[in-house]
């Protein structure tokens, strides 16, 4: 079964500075990778989604993540983060063929000024 | 980009009532899904849902927990009789068929509260 670890629960970062938002998976084979942000009284919006190929991905915003099978990795960045970032960010899973997200527990991003 | 909408954002109710959630997914999406969300915890997967049927559950989804969608109407997850572990913000998401199943839409979440 798959399972999604974000390790960071809070992160504040200085706006203009750089973000790394961590997360791991598990999973035998390669999964499908997503990251979701969350803004107050919204649905979860897709930043950026892996299926296969290149193991950089580009998503909206300035967000990218990097599959590293080899660490069972992807993890969020960006290069500079703006206030309008501070927002809620889940890591999810999916086994290909199968029809269920398994979440991180998310990371609450904080970008001050 | 597409919409997911979900009614009502907030829903108080006593234990032992019913309740209904409503979904209104992405006009073109056949595949629909409900997650739960217990504050402070993980997003987890609670059923999904495909030409009229349910696809998968986990074990979150007790026997008091149906789901449907009449007519091409509301995709609603009905609780009767509803109990206190039950209080939880409700997430309803669509997806297409094709590779684009995989990427889910998810609505804004109602939040469940049962005294």
């Known amino acids: 079964a798959q399972s999604v670890t974000q390790p960071d629960a809070r992160v504040t970062v200085s706006e203009g500075a750089s973000l790394q938002l961590r997360c791991k998976y598990s999973y035998s084979g390669t999964p499908y990778l997503f990251w979701y942000v969350q803004y107050p009284r919204q649905g979860l919006q897709l930043l950026l989604k892996?299926?296969?190929?290149?193991?950089v991905v580009q998503g909206v915003n300035g967000f990218e993540a990097e599959f590293i099978k080899s660490n069972s990795s992807f993890h969020l960045r960006k290069a500079s983060v703006h206030w309008s970032d501070s927002a809620v960010y889940f890591c999810a899973v999916s086994a290909p063929g199968n029809y269920k997200y398994v979440f991180g527990a998310g990371t609450r991003l904080k970008v001050i000024a | 980009g597409p919409k997911v909408l979900q009614i009502p954002s907030h829903q108080i109710i006593d234990m032992g009532q019913m309740v209904t959630l409503n979904c209104d997914p992405v006009s073109n999406h056949l595949y629909f899904y409900w997650y739960k969300q217990i504050l402070g915890q993980q997003m987890e997967f609670l059923v999904n849902?495909?030409?009229?049927?349910?696809?998968?559950k986990s074990k979150l989804f007790k026997d008091q927990f149906s789901v449907e969608r009449p007519d091409g109407s509301y995709f609603t997850l009905k609780i009767q009789p509803t109990a206190l572990e039950d209080s939880a913000v409700y997430f309803c998401a669509s997806s297409f068929p094709g590779l684009g199943y995989a990427e889910q839409f998810f609505g804004p979440g109602t939040r469940l509260t049962v005294l």
């Open positions: 892996y299926y296969s190929g290149d193991p």
């Open positions: 849902f495909y030409n009229g049927k349910v696809m998968e």
